[in-house]
């Protein structure tokens, strides 16, 4: 569901260790911590049962108490900054990832507030530190997703910053780093009214053909928008179909790497490879998306006409309206 992410370029942003699928990498440590293999982060655990993230349902106005554990796994003591912070989708691969500790922060990220917002955990040890999530009394109802981060605050090879943390030097040639961050999911749904909704927006379509027909392979690339436009998070499906001319069917299929949570408000670009295009049609491409209690379709038409046929028909049409030309002066004459 989630993947590391690269490096990125400064200004740096947090490089978010919410892994998924959980990856058990200390027996000590809860099934499903959040883990990048020097620390992990998680809900503190009862006598009888262990959670994976933090599930919380309130109302508007409510105030929720809980703990939060941050686990050192290596040799050596470890300093962390800890907050809390909203998620969001990116827009590259629909991941989960979380705001960074400078940018603004509007639901979980403003209303969780950790005992300590830095702790330091000794070798092979833990912290466990309580924190409150005050939902205001004028919350939107739905789902407002986020993480309790621990961000290592270590000195790094390259400099100390009390205020982003942890940085690595990065390979490039540019000055690159990272932020070394887990955190540990935390889904609130404030009660009320939930509007699940989806849209499918931009859809285009880009061809590739050979220059002469049946030389070569003719491919096309069908993006598109996914949008929640509703405010409960969403596990969506999108159905991919093309149509020619006289309505024959040219592709029909469910597309794969659809990000597996859409989160409220989110919008996420993606792609969709078209091998064997047709390299003569004319037709729509529609994509519909569908998730619980909403199915949405949006459709582009598409013309497909290789390079050497237009360049024909251009110079037909075109010595057409010359010879036209011709006779219609020699008929005022």
Do not use: C
Not at 114 to 142: D, H, I, N, Q, Y
Not at 209 to 226: C, F, K, N, R
Not at 299 to 311: C, E, K, R, Y
Request: hydrophobic share 40%.
């Amino acid at each position: 569901m989630r993947k590391p992410y690269a490096l990125l370029p400064l200004p740096l942003l947090l490089l978010a260790a919410l892994l998924l699928p959980p990856v058990l990498l200390w027996p000590a440590g809860p099934s499903y911590a959040a883990d990048n293999g020097s620390w992990s982060v998680f809900p503190v655990s009862s006598e009888i049962s262990q959670r994976p993230y933090f599930y919380v349902t309130a109302n508007p106005g409510t105030t929720v108490r809980d703990k939060v554990v941050v686990a050192n796994k290596t040799g050596r003591p470890l300093t962390f900054r800890l907050y809390a912070a909203d998620a969001y989708n990116t827009a590259r691969d629909g991941g989960f990832a979380v705001r960074t500790v400078k940018e603004r922060q509007r639901g979980v990220g403003a209303w969780a507030k950790p005992a300590k917002s830095r702790v330091t955990v000794p070798a092979r040890g833990r912290v466990t530190v309580p924190f409150t999530l005050r939902v205001p009394e004028r919350a939107e109802p739905g789902d407002h997703p986020g993480a309790l981060v621990a961000l290592d605050m270590g000195v790094p090879p390259v400099e100390r910053s009390r205020e982003w943390g942890r940085i690595d030097a990065g390979d490039g040639s540019l000055a690159v780093g990272v932020q070394r961050a887990v955190g540990a999911r935390v889904y609130l749904r404030v009660n009320g009214p939930t509007v699940p909704a989806l849209a499918v927006e931009k859809v285009r379509v880009r061809h590739t053909q050979p220059l002469v027909p049946g030389t070569g392979d003719s491919t096309a690339t069908i993006s598109y928008t996914l949008h929640n436009t509703g405010n409960v998070t969403l596990n969506p499906r999108v159905e991919l179909r093309a149509q020619g001319l006289f309505g024959r069917t040219l592709l029909s299929r469910d597309l794969t790497g659809i990000p597996s949570e859409l989160l409220p408000g989110q919008r996420v670009r993606l792609a969709e490879p078209w091998r064997g295009a047709p390299q003569l049609d004319w037709g729509d491409v529609t994509l519909t998306a569908s998730a619980e209690d909403t199915r949405e379709s949006a459709s582009v038409s598409f013309f497909a006409l290789p390079w050497l046929v237009a360049l024909v028909l251009g110079t037909g049409l075109v010595a057409a309206g010359v010879v036209v030309r011709a006779r219609r002066r020699r008929a005022v004459r």
